[in-house]
């Protein structure tokens, strides 16, 4: 079957994804000693979802750096991401609850691949509980089964899954009550990039960087874009620019392309 525009990442992106999130843990390590030039948090409470298949051990880079910002950070503690379960849909509400409850402050949350679509209906359901959402290379504006890699891997649970989601996303139609950025990468090995980008608005945004899909959370421009958006103030927001010395790191960010005629139903993956 031919390969239609804006069908999924090449075979070569796809295959080459374990090795380049490695390089791009080195690059995390490499660049470490820019760590102390992060902009400082304020200590509000921030929630860290992982992607399919993934469990809280993934994100243990991205909360450790968040922590030593001053931030209050939290994994998900539900264990392997295997789709919306009843333990998935009910205990991220219960999650929210708990944070919000415990700090009496609205919530950052930060969503990896799956993992950000779970965030994204999390702001939908509780806006007054979540003060932002950032995404990274997660698909919420996904049309077709074409267009990930990880369809076949995400069926193979639907069996246990209790929310059924049509192509494309029905919670998509309108932009989130909450600000939004989505970082993400042309060079995705899972996901098509496209499928990760915010229609423009007022409070929403899109940040290129050049990770892979599986390193993008621990990738040094990826971790500088989240720092910069967890430090505005509480109730303020602008979009990123990023520092004069790190401005190769990102790429000029894409415009959505708007959707188009072959959109399809499907069962929904990430």
């Not at 193979?156 to 139609?173: K, N, T």
């Given at each position: 079957m031919a390969r239609q525009q804006g069908d999924g990442p090449t075979l070569p992106l796809y295959l080459s994804e374990p090795g380049r999130a490695v390089a791009d843990y080195g690059l995390y390590l490499a660049a470490r000693p820019l760590a102390q030039r992060l902009p400082k948090g304020d200590g509000h409470p921030v929630l860290v979802l992982p992607g399919l298949l993934a469990d809280d051990r993934s994100t243990r880079v991205l909360r450790a750096t968040l922590r030593r910002l001053g931030y209050r950070v939290h994994g998900w503690g539900l264990g392997r991401n295997i789709g919306p379960t009843a333990t998935c849909v009910n205990g991220l509400r219960d999650k929210l609850d708990y944070l919000h409850g415990r700090y009496r402050r609205e919530v950052t949350v930060i969503g990896w691949s799956l993992g950000g679509i779970f965030a994204r209906d999390l702001a939908r359901q509780c806006p007054d509980a979540v003060r932002q959402v950032i995404t990274l290379g997660s698909p919420f504006r996904i049309e077709r089964h074409s267009q990930t890699r990880a369809s076949k891997v995400y069926?193979?649970?639907?069996?246990?899954?209790?929310?059924?989601?049509?192509?494309?996303?029905?919670?998509?139609?309108?932009?989130?009550p909450v600000p939004a950025t989505s970082i993400y990468s042309h060079f995705d090995g899972i996901v098509h990039w496209q499928t990760c980008l915010n229609v423009p608005g007022e409070r929403c945004e899109n940040i290129a960087v050049t990770a892979s899909h599986l390193g993008i959370g621990h990738h040094p421009a990826a971790l500088w874009a989240i720092a910069d958006r967890l430090a505005q103030p509480e109730g303020e927001w602008e979009p990123f620019r990023a520092p004069a010395f790190l401005r190769p790191a990102f790429p000029k960010p894409a415009m959505p392309a708007a959707p188009g005629p072959d959109t399809i139903s499907s069962r929904s993956a990430a």
């Open positions: 069926d193979r649970y639907a069996h246990l899954h209790v929310e059924q989601r049509p192509y494309p996303l029905e919670s998509e139609g309108c932009p989130l």
